[in-house]
């Protein structure tokens, strides 16, 4: 499979974008600058503060302020979840948007992890309304503009070929960019994969008084099977794992039919 490499022509209406890293994080700021290069009209509604790892949680008991910076641009003080609720319920109310956008995450969403990104709540709940949804992460990815050069340089072809692939309605993936840079993508350079079933125990940091404590880092293991998102990145691949909506258990249900 091959990417094409030119510039599409602006072919869609209206994209959505959103993350979980906040309305100033460079990875919404440089995913709405690749959005520009194929859609017609871009809207922003991202979280007012970092919402990473609040998956697909929602406020419900309290009240949720909201700023209009312009016509295409909201914070919300809310979660990624919080933010598509807002976007789809008021500003696209009448018409759902084409697109949405997720990202560009400040670190990986792989294998377990998934679970737990807000990055790919944002994604899944446009994707549950039939909207096609992409969410996007570089590994790596932190405060300098550098780390994302992977994600920055392919990201366009990437999405616009997930778009023209004939797969079904609605589309909805999780791509995951790796740190080392590689100039242009090459067929030989991404990888569809599935979810590395990687985690261990979180790490637990004790207070001093042992009256608290704080969740630290993800602890994943190296074991993993070698067409997992997780193997694609040590490879300096670019991983992109489509993602079901229904968490139903299908085997265990034709087994039971089947006895």
Same mark, same amino acid.
């Given at each position: 499979m091959t990417l094409q490499t030119e510039i599409y022509e602006k072919k869609i209406n209206?994209?959505?974008?959103?993350? *979980? *890293?906040g309305f100033d994080a460079i990875g919404i700021r440089l995913l709405s600058e690749i959005a520009e290069n194929m859609g017609k009209n871009i809207y922003v509604i991202s979280p007012e503060k970092n919402q990473s790892a609040k998956s697909k949680s929602i406020t419900i008991r309290n &009240?949720?302020?909201? $700023?209009? +910076?312009?016509?295409? &641009?909201?914070i919300v003080d809310g979660t990624p979840t919080d933010c598509m609720i807002f976007a789809l319920n008021h500003?696209?109310?009448?018409?759902?948007?084409?697109?949405i956008l997720s990202g560009i995450n400040a670190g990986s969403n792989i294998g377990d992890e998934v679970s737990y990104s807000g990055t790919v709540a944002a994604a899944w709940e446009g994707a549950v309304r039939g909207i096609n949804s992409i969410a996007l992460s570089q590994y790596g990815g932190d405060n300098n503009i550098y780390?994302?050069?992977?994600?920055?340089?392919?990201?366009?072809?990437?999405?616009?070929?997930?778009?023209?692939?004939? +797969?079904?309605?609605?589309?909805?993936? &999780?791509v995951n960019f790796p740190f080392i840079f590689s100039e242009t993508i090459k067929s $030989? *350079?991404?990888l569809f994969t599935e979810l590395a079933s990687q985690k261990k125990p979180d790490e637990i940091i004790f207070s001093q008084d042992n009256n608290s404590f704080s969740i630290g880092r993800m602890i994943n293991h190296n074991e993993s099977i070698s067409h997992? *998102?997780?193997?694609t990145l040590k490879k300096n691949k670019i991983s992109i794992t489509p993602l079901l909506l229904n968490l139903t258990n299908n085997i265990i249900i034709n087994n039971l039919k089947i006895s």
């Open positions: 209206n994209i959505l974008i959103t993350n *979980d *890293d &009240n949720i302020s909201y $700023k209009k +910076v312009s016509n295409y &641009n909201w500003i696209f109310k009448s018409d759902k948007p084409d697109l780390s994302y050069k992977n994600s920055k340089n392919n990201a366009l072809n990437v999405i616009n070929y997930l778009l023209d692939l004939n +797969v079904g309605h609605p589309k909805f993936y &999780n $030989k *350079d991404y997992s *998102d997780l193997e």
